[in-house]
């Protein structure tokens, strides 16, 4: 939804009602991943995709049904086995949709959830796409952090807000959709009717809304530039560190949304001792300067949860580092987690293409990807956390 919703919140504040699309649910090659979301606005607009084009198609038509009855619906999509190019994927993928009318009357709290994900405040919204019990689908909560559960400024009250049907079912849900927003994760949860947890019945999708994940650049030179746009481009909240104030400036670095002047190691402490360092955080140190790079890899490579950590440098700047870093005390396993020389093999020359090869690793690494091409490889090109078909 987060791509849509300046669309999504105008059409609401003139109280129109809109038809939305969601992907809650991706098995195999499907193109776009669960929280993709179409909007079908109330001239006949269409704003988002579901599938990169397979059955935006369909979509618009059930959308506009949806937005006629009232009544919400969930949609699987996948490839016919009469005729490939029939209302499906052809990538081979499978994809459930739920499709939505969106309102004031329907929605109340959108304005809510739309003002907390432009100022970065955590947030998820978590609602019934299937239920024996038709009059509960369509029913959502919105769910905010307790204390502590997401970064330093996390909104310190929890809440719910409406209910999905029952109090038993609205704590599980509750419970979970905390779970997937401290992760900055949406997905699709299974219960029985009431909420039971070993259950089957109903099905609930949590579009999490959490702020952006950090990319800590730490290395005021031109290939550092190019790595924070880069890191921009691919959403990540770009933080460019240097402790030489000559050369960390925001007028070098236009593409970080912050350029700070610290001694590396102390800086990096401090955003772990704030709870602004996580699962999510990406640290690329290119510094080239051991007095630099070797005590602020002794604090990110001891970190128990970060996202990546990788180092430029020739094979032996890497070898010295290593040895400095045994010196310093750090084990085998905590070393291994260093990605350096950092990047993937692309004879990348340029700081351009120097920070794409950064990219590529880091994306790689998220996903399970090979970095291999994909001319080269047999199977899915997309990778995805739920590699199952669906059984019904």
Known sequence: MREVMDELTGWWERGETVGMGTVVGTWRSAPRQPGAAMLVGPGGEAVGSVSGGCVEGAVYELAQDVVASGRPALQRYGVSDDDA??????????????????????????????????AGRPVAVATVVEHPEPTWVGRRIVVRPEDGDVGGDAVATAARTASIGSARADDAVLDDARGLLAQGRSGLLTYGPDGERRGEGMRVFVSAFAPKPRMLVFGAIDFAAAVARVGSFLGYQVTVCDARPVFATTTRFPGADEVVVRWPSDYLQDQVDAGRVDARTVVAVLTHDPKFDVPLLEVALRLPDVGFVGAMGSRRTHDDRLARLREAGLTETELARLSSPIGLDLGARTPEETAVSIAAEIVALRWGGAGERLTATDGPIHHHHHTDAPTS
């Open 85 to 118: 190019y029939a209302v499906g994927l052809t990538c081979g993928g499978i994809l459930d949709v739920f499709v939505e009318p969106v309102s004031r009357e329907a929605f109340p709290e959108l304005g809510e959830v739309a003002r907390d994900v432009a």
